[in-house]
């Protein structure tokens, strides 16, 4: 036993790390540092004596000893993962749920709506695990929110929100060049995010607006991220509403133009159809959907 690893925090952010061979990536989904994360794999390797990744200039890269750890260490946290969860739920009666929801969603959305929904239902504790859109649905979860176009077979898929997609700019920018018709936006850098390719170009066909060039466009992986940029004037984004609607109230962000962009993809709440769905799953799926669907409107 003296051969175990000496901290599964350790062996986690391992984990992380090897998917998206990012220590900044493999941070925002653990909610670490990269400089935190770095140091855990730093002591990790020290603890085995070889190294798991090679550090090249963008990122990571496993090791052969890396990636044959990694192999043996993957099953075994899934294991885990899903021996907690039913131990969990038998002794809590089945009221607990584990949620995956994407770490923008949440802190913008979800996580200020959460004290409604336990007010209603105190008996049902919600514990959230924030989830990045790359990652594949846990068995150990109860539900998730996922991003896409809700055409997942394994799962049952309600929507919830993100369809509506609109011009979001801070309104220093909109200072320096006076937006009067869609090809103003162009003198803008232009912002969207990696999983709704061709976004900005279906916006200026739709607007009959000639120029576009799909090279000057910045992508990002998470909303995250482009939230801040366009906070600080760095460009254009194109988002949905919600997940900005505090900075739009303080009036830190607006909107160009009202017309949104109908989009294919959206956010939906998932779960498995091969699990029984929990008296705590259906009180909180529907108070969810109250939720969304008041939002819509």
Not at 270 to 287: E, G, I, M, P
Request: charged share 20%; with cysteine; hydrophobic share 40%.
């Amino acid at each position: 036993m003296q051969l175990l690893p000496h901290s599964l925090t350790a062996i986690r952010i391992f984990d992380a790390a090897a998917r998206h061979l990012s220590c900044s990536r493999a941070g925002d989904e653990l909610c670490l540092t990269q400089s935190a994360v770095s140091k855990q794999l730093q002591s990790l390797e020290e603890h085995l004596g070889v190294a798991l990744f090679a550090r090249v200039h963008q990122g990571l890269a496993l090791t052969d000893a890396g990636r044959i750890y990694w192999e043996a260490v993957r099953p075994a946290l899934v294991i885990l993962a899903d021996a907690t969860a039913k131990v969990r739920s038998l002794s809590a009666g089945d009221m607990t749920i584990s949620l995956g929801v994407p770490a923008t969603l949440g802190q913008q959305w979800l996580i200020p709506r959460l004290p409604a929904f336990t007010a209603r239902h105190p008996e049902v504790q919600v514990q959230i695990s924030p989830r990045l859109a790359s990652d594949s649905s846990s068995n150990a979860l109860t539900a998730e929110i996922r991003f896409g176009r809700g055409n997942w077979p394994e799962v049952h898929a309600q929507y919830l929100l993100g369809r509506d997609l609109y011009l979001i700019c801070s309104p220093a920018l909109t200072r320096q060049v006076n937006v009067k018709s869609p090809a103003d936006i162009l003198k803008f850098r232009l912002m969207e995010h990696v999983q709704m390719p061709n976004t900005w170009e279906r916006w200026f066909n739709d607007h009959g607006a000639g120029g576009y060039n799909p090279k000057a466009v910045q992508r990002y992986e998470q909303f995250s991220v482009m939230i801040p940029a366009v906070l600080a004037g760095l460009g254009v984004g194109i988002m949905p509403r919600f997940l900005v609607e505090q900075e739009l109230k303080k009036r830190r962000l607006k909107i160009l133009f009202k017309e949104p962009l109908n989009s294919e993809s959206g956010y939906y709440l998932v779960y498995r159809k091969d699990k029984t769905v929990s008296t705590a799953l259906s009180n909180f799926s529907h108070w969810l959907l109250e939720e969304a669907q008041a939002n819509r409107k």
